[in-house]
């Protein structure tokens, strides 16, 4: 779907409810395309530990204008689902990232006499 608002009217006709109800839920996992406009925003957060973490922030369940209470994590299936027809994890999107070398550089914390203490 290109658009959160159009995962909340998906989400309303699943469950019931407004868009308003669902929007900040799926605008959160749409927000990543601050950061880059293309499907590649998606790694961020539509995979199964993205989920969970929603879960984390909004809380385990949302209760809609009508009442009604629905678990987080079903929204947040939906979207994902929604967006790639299954759920992915994190690891999949992971193996297809190209490692370059600067991926792998670390220095040590003393990097030209510079000591932990002395780096503020």
Request: glycine share 8%; aromatic share 10%.
């Amino acid at each position: 779907m290109a658009h959160s608002y159009h995962h909340a009217l998906s989400s309303v006709r699943k469950w019931g409810g407004t868009v308003e109800d669902y929007l900040p839920l799926h605008t959160w996992f749409d927000e990543s395309k601050l950061i880059t406009a293309d499907f590649r925003h998606r790694a961020l957060r539509h995979h199964a530990e993205g989920i969970f973490l929603a879960e984390k922030l909004f809380g385990v369940t949302l209760t809609l204008s009508t009442g009604r209470v629905v678990p987080i994590r079903l929204i947040g299936e939906q979207h994902v689902r929604e967006d790639f027809g299954f759920i992915p994890g994190f690891a999949d999107w992971v193996k297809e990232i190209r490692p370059c070398p600067w991926m792998g550089r670390a220095k040590p914390l003393d990097v030209e006499g510079e000591t932990p203490h002395s780096m503020s």
